[in-house]
């Protein structure tokens, strides 16, 4: 095949140009899989447009150990100023026959989940963004001390096109 470097420079060009509005993209690996409780993920964001909007996705990776077909997340998003925003969020992981909604190949799945949609940080400055796990097993008041099988956390941010 002889034009097989220029297809490699095509295959290159589009890759990169499926994903010129990404801004940020961060991973943090969940020690051995085990999540405590108590052990939030920190994530600090670049400068931003304050006159762009984005949006804003928390990506979870888990392998067959995660026992559980739904996942509760407390986000925090805090401004500059220090004023936080805290949500309670709830993502299915599994569908009702027990398969991965997620995509991934082998014993890990990855899922791209919504945190905020078309949001403008009109502030200038260091925004952070801090999540913890909320799990706790049907009928029991006590949360998971620890949660089995959430392998790494990112948080991606993307512009919205205008």
């Not at 994903?19 to 400068?47: A, C, R, T």
């Not at 009109?122 to 963004?129: A, Q, R």
């Not at 006590?142 to 205008?162: A, C, H, M, R, Y």
């Amino acid at each position: 095949m002889q034009n097989r470097p220029l297809f490699f420079l095509v295959a290159l060009l589009v890759c990169s140009a499926c994903n010129e509005q990404l801004v940020y993209s961060k991973y943090q690996k969940i020690g051995d899989g085990q999540w405590p409780m108590d052990q939030k993920v920190h994530f600090e964001l670049p400068p931003l447009d304050t006159a762009q909007a984005y949006s804003m996705f928390i990506n979870v990776r888990n392998d067959n150990d995660y026992p559980f077909s739904n996942l509760f997340l407390i986000a925090e998003l805090e401004a500059p100023d220090g004023n936080t925003v805290k949500d309670t969020l709830e993502y299915r992981m599994a569908d009702p026959m027990g398969n991965w909604l997620g995509k991934g190949s082998g014993s890990v799945v990855e899922n791209k989940l919504w945190y905020r949609e078309k949001i403008v940080f009109p502030d200038s400055g260091v925004y952070k963004v801090t999540v913890s796990h909320a799990m706790r097993r049907n009928g029991e008041v006590q949360g998971l001390s620890v949660l089995e099988g959430i392998t790494d956390l990112g948080l991606e941010i993307e512009k919205v096109p205008n």
